[in-house]
């Protein structure tokens, strides 16, 4: 599942950008700090979706349905590093690691978007830019507001499937972005 949802993910992010290019030919100045920080926030989103997958593929939003602690008051479930072995395989094949990742990581996210909408603020933008940034902020809160209603009720099905649509759209939202901040 979780191979099959990532190449699809990737190869529709990658028929945006070359959809954009060809939307807007036109190239200017590129600052290189905002580049590289929307760049590497894309991986850390890329990242989240893969463990997103996992945790669909593993049926793992079915526990530890609390927030913002993984359940009984603890930061860090002690399944989390016990239901397989080597400890490592946890945060790959373990319901609750791959949860953990999952939950944490999109702090994570969520950190990087901040950053990039207040490290923007200060440097001039143009209109497309402007559009990017803010439908990116709105819907990184909207997806994260999903997967927290998602987890705390227990994954149904509509809110599951809403969760993945808003991850598909956070991706396109932010190589948008990136493409406007790049050429």
């Known amino acids: 599942f979780a191979a099959h949802w990532t190449t699809a993910f990737l190869t529709f992010a990658y028929s945006l950008w070359v959809a ?90 969520v950190a990087f978007i901040l950053a990039i909408w ?12 402007e559009k990017g940034l803010k439908v990116l902020l709105a819907m990184v809160f909207v997806q994260f507001l999903l997967g927290v209603l998602t987890l705390i009720y227990a994954v149904p099905l509509w809110l599951g499937i809403a969760h993945q649509i808003g991850a598909f759209f956070l991706l396109a939202t932010m190589t948008f972005t990136l493409h406007r901040f790049t050429k």
Do not use: C
């Open 118 to 129: 207040f490290k923007t603020r200060k440097i001039e933008r143009t209109p497309l830019q």
């Open 20 to 109: 954009l290019d060809l939307i807007y030919p036109d190239k200017k100045e590129v600052n290189t700090k905002i580049r590289n920080l929307i760049r590497f926030a894309l991986v850390v989103l890329l990242l989240q979706i893969i463990w997103g997958a996992f945790v669909a593929g593993l049926d793992a939003g079915f526990i530890h349905n609390h927030w913002p602690l993984m359940s009984e008051g603890k930061l860090i479930h002690e399944t989390v590093y016990i239901e397989q072995q080597p400890v490592i395989k946890n945060f790959f094949e373990g319901k609750s690691g791959v949860q953990f990742v999952h939950r944490y990581l999109a702090y994570v996210v």
